[in-house]
């Protein structure tokens, strides 16, 4: 397992692959890797000849105020995590490879971007497009891997990637979670231990909304209503968003059809913490 950090070297290392006909796959992440970014590895390794992992803390997709400085970073510790789940390469570039001074073009979709976390960060999807598109130039991928997770990013990515004619397969994964239900995240890392349990009403809202259209609710306002009330039996949580939207446009459905996006974002303290689930009829 090799860590690359230039551009140069990267595209060199994809070309000798792509020489001898090898299928790559490519896993972008901003580091501090945990069991959701593994089981992205995993499905790299089990569907591609070639793994690509990237790290990168993309300084464009933070907001001011928000948590770019702080946070966690440990390129020792990734590249071991990697290793161990049969990565080929790490990329991780510095901020000044992927922007140099120069760096004046950036990708930015139309109204996807605007609901749910696009309305709470600003140009962070603007960001996020950006990156993905540089990474997907430069990796060239077969596949890539993004988790559920970001249900409104990788939402996006697949947007992007048809509109833009782009030639990659943009592969969803389920959403990892720890055994109490906190869907894993590396900004867990920033919960004090009481934050922590605090944590759990997310997923527990997330259940309660789930039990309630497995039973038939298919009401949005009704749904929020009841996954806002548990929300709000934490004194630490405050909601930034819960919406019930349309899969595909994001946008808010009153009554829940073939398929819908139930999606969240909620500060435990000062941390934002987002989860969700996915409706499909028939599933
Ligand atoms: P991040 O490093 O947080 O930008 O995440 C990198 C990729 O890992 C994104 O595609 C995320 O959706 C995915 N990811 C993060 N947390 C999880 C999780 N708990 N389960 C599944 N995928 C995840």
């Known amino acids: 397992m090799e860590i690359v950090e230039t551009v140069c070297a990267m595209k060199a290392q994809v070309a000798a692959w792509k020489a001898e006909g090898l299928t790559v796959g490519l896993v972008p992440t901003m ?9 992205l590895m995993d499905a790299a390794r089990a569907a591609c000849d070639r793994v690509v992992v990237s790290v990168f803390v993309n300084p464009i997709q933070f907001g001011p105020g928000e948590d770019f400085d702080a946070y966690p970073r440990d390129i020792e510790r990734d590249g071991a995590i990697a290793a161990a789940h049969g990565v080929d390469v790490v990329f991780h570039p510095t901020a000044e490879e992927m922007y140099p001074p120069a760096h004046n073009t950036y990708v930015v979709m139309e109204t996807l971007t605007d609901a749910l976390c696009g309305a709470s960060r600003p140009g962070h999807f603007r960001g996020v497009c950006t990156v993905v598109t540089k990474l997907f130039n430069i990796v060239r991928p077969d596949q890539a891997f993004f988790g559920q997770k970001d ?15 782009m030639n990659v397969t943009v592969v969803g994964c389920p959403i990892v979670r720890e055994e109490d239900g906190l869907a894993k995240s590396s900004r867990n890392a920033y919960l004090s231990p009481e934050e922590r349990q605090a944590a759990l009403v997310l997923s527990r809202a997330i259940r309660a909304g789930e039990a309630a259209v497995a039973a038939g609710e298919r009401d949005g306002t009704t749904l929020r209503r009841l996954m806002t009330a548990v929300i ?13 939207v349309d899969g595909l446009t994001m946008r808010p459905v009153e009554a829940i059809g073939e398929t819908a996006l139930v999606a969240m974002a909620v500060y435990i303290g000062r941390t934002r913490l987002i989860d969700n689930f996915l409706y499909e ?3």
Do not use: C, F, T, W
Request: glycine content about 8%; charged content about 30%; overall charge negative.
């Open 31 to 39: 580091g501090s890797l945990h069991a959701g970014h593994e089981s």
């Open 281 to 283: 009829a028939g599933e």
């Open 232 to 244: 709000e039996e934490e004194p630490l949580a405050r909601i930034d968003y819960i919406e019930v």
């Open 151 to 165: 249900a409104q990013q990788l939402a996006i990515i697949k947007r992007m990637v048809a509109d833009l004619n």
